[in-house]
């Protein structure tokens, strides 16, 4: 007994399947201080520049031509409640080990720069900064140390399902752990379990609104980014 040889389902409704996909490259943000953006991403990220000037900047840290583009584009407005309005929270950064990850952490506080949410997400434990602008940067480590175990963690896991954000932690009790010589999986899975909850938590993941302060400090800001019609806008040499 044989089965009947038919052609399957897909040859005789012949479907387009998934395409090839394209590989995510950059993000670009408008913004009104290029300056402020550029040394910001070059001090957190690495990110230098590869073009620069006063109207826009390409940056990159990787073999990438660019992975995060600034545009001072004329009429440019301060954003009204940043946090709690759509689109983009946050792009994301990965270091490939964990000491990679919190020594990055101890050197950006030792420039005064401190994570506005940590968070053990099961998957990757995330620091969430926020830029000049008030956009989100996160700078993730994978927690199981490859995307392949991480990604099954996600797809298939009941903590995952349960929760999507995970315990809190205070980075500088992960960094005393690492110094008195635990290693990675033992302080990645202390940490899931909440032995390295911060004295103080954050109800969610709303980033802090910058701009409030920032135009108190920069109040020519509130003008926004001179229009088209502006003298000097379209000036090509941008000096
Ligand atoms: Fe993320």
Not at 52 to 57: G, P, R, V, W
Not at 82 to 91: I, Q
Not at 152 to 171: H, N
Not at 177 to 201: H, L, S
Request: charged share 25%; net charge negative; with cysteine.
């Amino acid at each position: 007994m044989s089965l009947p040889n038919s052609p399957s389902p897909y040859s005789r409704n012949p479907k387009q399947r998934p395409i090839t996909p394209p590989q995510l490259h950059h993000a670009t943000f408008m913004t009104m201080d290029v300056d402020a953006m550029v040394s910001w991403y070059e001090l957190v990220c690495g990110l230098q520049p590869v073009y620069y000037a006063e109207h826009a900047a390409w940056l990159t840290n990787d073999e990438a031509n660019h992975r995060i583009a600034l545009l001072r584009l004329p009429g440019t407005k301060p954003p009204v409640d940043k946090p709690h309005t759509a689109g983009l929270h946050h792009t994301a950064f990965e270091y490939a080990t964990f000491d990679q990850w919190i020594d990055n952490y101890a050197r950006l506080r030792d420039e005064g720069i401190l994570p506005a949410v940590c968070l053990h997400h099961g998957m990757t434990m995330s620091l969430y900064y926020t830029d000049p602008d008030g956009n989100g940067v996160e700078i993730q480590v994978d927690a199981w140390g490859d995307w392949i175990i991480s990604k099954e963690w996600m797809w298939a896991s009941q903590e995952f399902a349960e929760d999507q954000l995970g315990p809190q932690f205070d980075p500088e009790k992960l960094l005393e752990a690492r110094n008195r010589g635990d290693d990675f999986q033992t302080i990645q899975k202390d940490t899931y379990n909440g032995k390295y909850t911060p004295a103080e938590q954050k109800r969610d993941v709303t980033l802090p609104d910058v701009w409030p302060a920032r135009l108190e400090a920069q109040p020519e800001l509130s003008n926004g980014v001179p229009g088209p019609d502006a003298e000097g806008v379209l000036d090509p040499t941008f000096d």
